[in-house]
């Protein structure tokens, strides 16, 4: 088997997640400010390296999503770097490698994620550095007369420009197309509107020769708008979410790893939990690559600067995901 499909297939691996650790600075700044934390340097090192040294927390998560500035630093209080000190514990080290969704000329105010500028050598340094899988973004909004068809054909393209140079580099790229919660569309938009994407992605992976055995798809769950008034039920979200996915992801894509995008952490594995119910023999492994729905309550407790309690929050929430990737959560 080569490299691709064996690190794309221990991601998925039974009853095991990703665990997206990769805030940009901005957005960890915002996040820490929620709670009442200063964010600097030294506090984003020391709340990330408490999650990754969680005593088991690599029974339940097969790899991490780093952000550049938590790659390149060492376990708080050790000099051992963070992707050596994952590799330790049998987790693979993941980068975000994508630049952020910015405004997208002409389009506003949709969003086109940027980062292909020096991809390639920046891919080849955090190879030698020690990273497996990287990850990209996608941003699509819902909203009166959007998403564009412009905006999804510059983004699925980027998208597949990406894959093929991380596939190039060895490296497994997670293809994230999140279509964004916010919004008060109903859940047959949704529907629609992941369906469409996912056909574009497809078609352009194909398109750049990406090998679909060496990549984990990183979709949005089929939800209402936030702002909708739809009261729908999580037996409903999983058998839409599962027929989207069904119709739409080849069988050589090894694994689907959803992202939370901003649903309850509760919510996130109860579904999850019924999506992997749903058929016994599915083609592909469906779990998690959360960032929110893993970390809320662990970023709780550190406002207490309370290191136990971040790391018993952390675990609690990767096991109810473990078992929710069984579909053994009641
Ligand atoms: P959330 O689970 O918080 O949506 O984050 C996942 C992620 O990696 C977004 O890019």
Redesign the pocket.
Known sequence: MNELKKIAKRLVSEGKGIL?A?ESTPTCTKRFESIGVKSTELTRNEYRSWLFSTIDIEKYISGV?LYHETFHQSIINTNISVPKFLKKKNILAGIKVDTGAKDFAGFSPEKITEGLDNLRPRLNDYKIHGAKFA?W?AVIKIGKNFPTKTCIAANCHALARYAALCQESGIVPIV?P?ILMEGSHNIQKCYEVTENVLKNIFMDLNLFNIDLEGIIL?PNMILPGEKSSERISNEKIAELTYNCLKNNVPSTVPGIAF????QKSDDAAARLNLLNKIQKNKPWKLTF?????LQEDALTNYALKDEEKVKRALIKRAKLNHLATLGKLD
């Open positions: 997206a990769d999503i990850k973004r994230e999140e990183k992202l939370s995008g901003g690559s959360y960032g929110r729905a």
